[in-house]
């Protein structure tokens, strides 16, 4: 089952689906669904985002949770935290928030420590070692 949330369609509230939900319009709540959640091009969610499998084109303000996967393809903007096994970052795509990588991701996970850190412009760079005091 695939529900669909239309371009120029607002829905205010959380939304719970036993399948698949596609947002081309907005949603303002969260949004859990068992399979997946696909937020297009033209589509804006303003709250958390639960599920197995997540494909973001559009706009996300809120933690990202997919517990398989999360792909953020190069038209995306997201404002928040990714929870996932496994992410996808398409070149051009701009996330400003901490991507965190655990065997059962979700909105509520403890935050730990980030698979990577935000460097200038948006670039993604790997965690710098931390070095015991006295060594060099």
């Given at each position: 089952?695939?529900?669909?949330?239309?371009?120029?369609?607002?829905?205010?509230?959380?939304?719970?689906?036993?399948g698949?939900?596609?947002?081309?319009?907005?949603?303002?709540?969260?949004?859990?669904?068992?399979?997946?959640?696909?937020?297009?091009?033209?589509?804006?969610?303003?709250?958390?985002?639960?599920?197995?499998?997540?494909?973001?084109?559009?706009?996300?303000?809120?933690?990202?949770a997919?517990?398989?996967?999360?792909?953020?393809?190069?038209t995306?903007?997201?404002?928040?935290?990714?929870?996932?096994?496994?992410?996808?970052?398409?070149?051009?795509?701009?996330?400003?928030?901490?991507?965190?990588?655990?065997?059962?991701?979700?909105?509520?996970?403890?935050?730990?420590?980030?698979?990577?850190?935000?460097?200038?412009?948006?670039?993604?760079?790997?965690?710098?070692?931390?070095?015991?005091?006295?060594?060099?």
């Open positions: 089952m695939v529900s669909v949330i239309a371009p120029g369609m607002t829905i205010l509230g959380d939304i719970t689906c036993d698949t939900v596609r947002v081309e319009g907005k949603v303002e709540g969260a949004v859990k669904a068992s399979k997946s959640v696909v937020v297009g091009r033209g589509g804006c969610v303003t709250g958390d985002i639960e599920t197995q499998d997540v494909v973001i084109a559009g706009k996300v303000v809120g933690t990202v997919g517990a398989s996967r999360v792909e953020l393809q190069e995306c903007r997201i404002e928040g935290d990714i929870r996932s096994r496994r992410i996808k970052l398409d070149e051009g795509g701009q996330v400003e928030g901490r991507f965190h990588m655990a065997a059962k991701p979700s909105v509520e996970t403890a935050a730990g420590p980030a698979v990577a850190r935000q460097g200038p412009r948006g670039s993604l760079q790997p965690k710098k070692p931390q070095h015991a005091a006295g060594r060099s």
